[in-house]
């Protein structure tokens, strides 16, 4: 009854916010992963970063001005000229985590524990270009939320799988990490560089660095994407739900109606924190022994029509997270934003 309520009422707050947007580039974003999604039509995964999602709205400075204009004179903008700026609430984020055995009742010392994370988060970005007119996007994100049963993760998890198939549904959230608020910073800055402007709108390379900070996430990281294709939009491409930073909306900056494609990247980063390996930050808890350097590699697609509309897929194959892990993980990331600009 409690998951119900707060369901509506996050779509009456979503609600709201939409019928209160106004044209200038506010923007939907759905995020979904799943590992699920990296062999939807095989054999996956139903393990450790198991479930996520995220729903976000943008909305840039025209409707907050004077939250922007302060923003702006508060955060130093080194080697940026900024152009412009957004403002985003997420509104709803969910993340579940389980060892690779959900059958077994008893608690599993040798790998990951159960640990849902619930939260909700606020992001600021300014998009912007250096001394030698290099685009830049440099954004910053702060999430509050709890992780333990609160996170509603066991519930979902285990209506989903009844759903599905009632002879594998979780056994184990009984012995999930306990309840502790988290807090969560993060800071990211891409740039997006291409051969020529000729080239522009069919080839680019975006390099990008971040951080996290807090008791939920303590880490820094580095990569890059490589994007071909036709009409590329002038963004910085797709955005996982634990990326450093979030989804920024240049659809209505693009004056081609359609456009698509493809990708590839890597990332690394080096992990001095991660409360869903580490466990409860003041409570003995199950936890993994973690590596403290993790890399990625993603590949995927995504198209873009009517400047109103944008779909991307992500597949992230991910090294060992923790010492004891057996073979490398992977997910898929679905994201679908909806602009409002007409």
């Known amino acids: ?13 979503l609600a709201g916010s939409l019928q209160a947007g106004q044209p200038g580039g506010t923007f939907l974003s759905v995020t979904e992963e799943n590992d699920l999604f990296s062999n939807p039509f095989g054999k996956h995964q139903d393990r450790h970063y198991t479930q996520g999602l995220r729903i976000s709205l943008v909305a840039n400075e025209t409707y907050f001005t004077n939250a922007a204009a302060t923003m702006n004179r508060w955060l130093p903008a080194c080697a940026l000229q900024v152009n412009e700026s957004q403002f985003g609430w997420i509104v709803l ?11 077994d009742s008893e608690p599993l010392v040798n790998d990951r524990p159960y640990a849902g994370w619930l939260f909700t988060g606020l992001n600021f970005q300014r998009l912007g270009t250096t001394w030698r007119r290099t685009p830049v996007l440099e954004s910053w994100e702060i ?14 998890q285990s209506t989903v799988h009844q759903y599905q198939d009632p002879n594998y549904v979780p056994l184990g959230w009984g012995n999930q990490l306990d309840t502790e608020l988290g807090v969560e910073l993060k ?3 891409h740039w997006r560089l291409t051969p020529s402007p000729r080239l522009a709108k ?21 990569g890059g994407i490589v994007r071909l294709g036709w009409n590329l939009p002038a963004d910085f491409g797709p955005q996982l739900i634990d990326s450093a930073a979030t989804d920024y909306s240049a659809l209505p900056h693009t ?8 990708f590839t990247g890597v990332a690394g980063r080096a992990v001095g924190r991660n409360i869903f390996l580490d466990g409860n930050t003041f409570n003995d808890s199950l936890r993994a022994d973690k590596e403290w350097f993790v890399g990625d590699w993603s590949w995927g697609f995504a198209f873009h029509a009517f400047r109103h509309l944008e779909f991307s897929y992500t597949r992230v194959r991910r090294t060992h997270e923790f010492k004891t892990q057996q073979g ?9 934003r909806l602009v409002f600009d007409f």
């Open 187 to 189: 800071y990211a800055r």
């Open 255 to 262: 004056p081609h109606p359609f456009g698509f494609y493809l």
């Open 328 to 336: 490398m993980d992977t997910f898929g990331s679905l994201n679908l």
């Open 143 to 156: 999430n509050i939320g709890v992780v333990g049963p609160e996170s509603l993760a066991d519930k979902a």
């Open 93 to 103: 984020g969910q993340t579940i985590y389980t060892p690779a055995d959900i059958l």
């Open 202 to 222: 069919h080839l680019d390379f975006i390099p990008n660095i971040g951080a996290s900070v807090g008791n939920i996430r303590t880490h820094a990281t580095a």
């Open 1 to 13: 009854m409690k998951r119900r309520h707060f369901i509506t009422l996050t779509a009456l707050l």
